[in-house]
C-alpha cells in the first residue's frame, strides 16, 4: 500500500527566504506525482503535475523535482511571500496499467510566511 | 481552464437524513471523477472512483450503500451521503481528471457536512 510522507509538518519563515518542502512516497511505481496548495477551509489548487517520466517541473517562483527511484520528490519556493502562507500537499497517482486511480495524499507541510 | 464546481459548498443537516453533493466540471469533460474525504487535520482520503456510465469503484471500508456515487454525464458525478450521522460530518472534496492531461486532477472547492 502506497504511503505517503511530508516533511516538516509545519515551517514558519520570514518573508524573502527560499524553502523545500519534502515528499517521499513507499511505492516508486507511480504514474504522476501532484503538489497542491489548500488554504484553511478551502478545496484544493494544483501547482505542479510531474510526470513519472520527468524530473522537474517549473512554475513562476516554484519549482518540483522528482527522484521516482528514491521514492522523493521536494517542492523549492524561491524568495517565499506571505501569500504562500497554506498547507502543500503532495500526492502521487500509482500506475495501474492504463486506468485512472485516485491519488495518496501526504498529510501535508503547514507553511507560515512571516511580513 | 479546468474548472471543477461542488455545490453546496457548506451543509448541516440532522441525523438522518440524506445529503446529495454535486460536482461539475465546467469547461471540460471528465470520464472519471474522484471523491475524496478529509478530516481535521489529516490528509484526504480517496472514497471512490467514479466513471461515466459505469458503477463507482469504493475504495476498501468505505461503504457504497452509504455513500452513493452516480456518474450520468462526463460532467456531472454526485455523492449522496444516506442516513447521514454525526459520524459523517466531514469536508468532501470532488476532483475531475481532464483527458489527455497525464491524468491531472482538479479539484473542486470543497463541502462541509455537519450533520447534527
Known amino acids: 500500500k502506497q504511503e505517503v510522507t511530508q516533511i516538516p509538518a509545519a515551517l514558519s519563515v520570514p518573508e524573502g527566504e527560499n524553502l523545500v518542502l519534502n515528499c517521499s512516497f513507499t511505492?516508486?511505481?507511480?504514474?504522476?506525482l501532484q503538489w497542491f496548495r489548500q488554504d484553511p477551509g478551502k478545496g484544493l489548487t494544483s501547482l505542479l503535475l510531474?510526470?513519472?517520466?520527468?524530473r522537474e517541473q517549473t512554475s513562476g517562483r516554484l519549482n518540483a523535482s522528482l527522484d521516482k527511484s528514491s521514492g522523493r520528490s521536494t517542492l523549492y519556493i524561491a524568495a517565499s511571500q506571505p501569500g504562500d502562507s497554506a498547507t502543500y500537499l503532495c500526492?502521487?497517482?500509482?500506475?495501474?496499467?492504463?486506468?485512472?486511480?485516485?491519488?495518496?495524499f501526504g498529510k501535508g507541510t503547514h507553511l507560515i510566511i512571516q511580513p | 481552464g479546468a474548472v471543477v464546481s461542488q455545490h453546496p459548498s457548506r451543509v448541516i443537516c440532522k441525523s438522518g437524513t440524506s445529503v446529495k453533493i454535486e460536482c461539475r466540471s465546467l469547461?471540460?469533460?471528465?470520464?472519471?471523477m474522484f471523491w475524496y474525504r478529509q478530516f481535521p487535520k489529516k490528509s484526504l482520503m480517496l472514497m471512490a472512483t467514479?466513471?461515466?456510465?459505469?458503477?463507482?469503484?469504493?475504495e476498501q471500508g468505505v461503504e457504497k450503500d452509504k455513500f452513493l456515487i452516480n456518474h450520468a454525464s462526463l460532467t456531472l458525478s454526485t455523492l449522496t451521503v444516506t442516513s447521514a450521522h454525526p459520524e459523517d460530518s466531514s469536508f468532501y472534496i470532488c476532483?475531475?481528471?481532464?483527458?489527455?492531461?497525464?491524468?491531472?486532477?482538479?479539484f473542486g472547492p470543497g463541502t462541509r457536512l455537519t450533520v447534527l
Open positions: 476532483s475531475a481528471m481532464r483527458s489527455g492531461s497525464y491524468n491531472e486532477q482538479f
Open positions: 511505492d516508486s511505481a507511480i504514474y504522476n
Open positions: 510531474i510526470q513519472s517520466s520527468q
Open positions: 500526492a502521487v497517482e500509482a500506475y495501474s496499467g492504463g486506468g485512472a486511480d485516485g491519488l495518496t
Open positions: 469547461d471540460f469533460q471528465a470520464t472519471t
Open positions: 467514479s466513471n461515466e456510465g459505469s458503477k463507482a469503484t469504493y
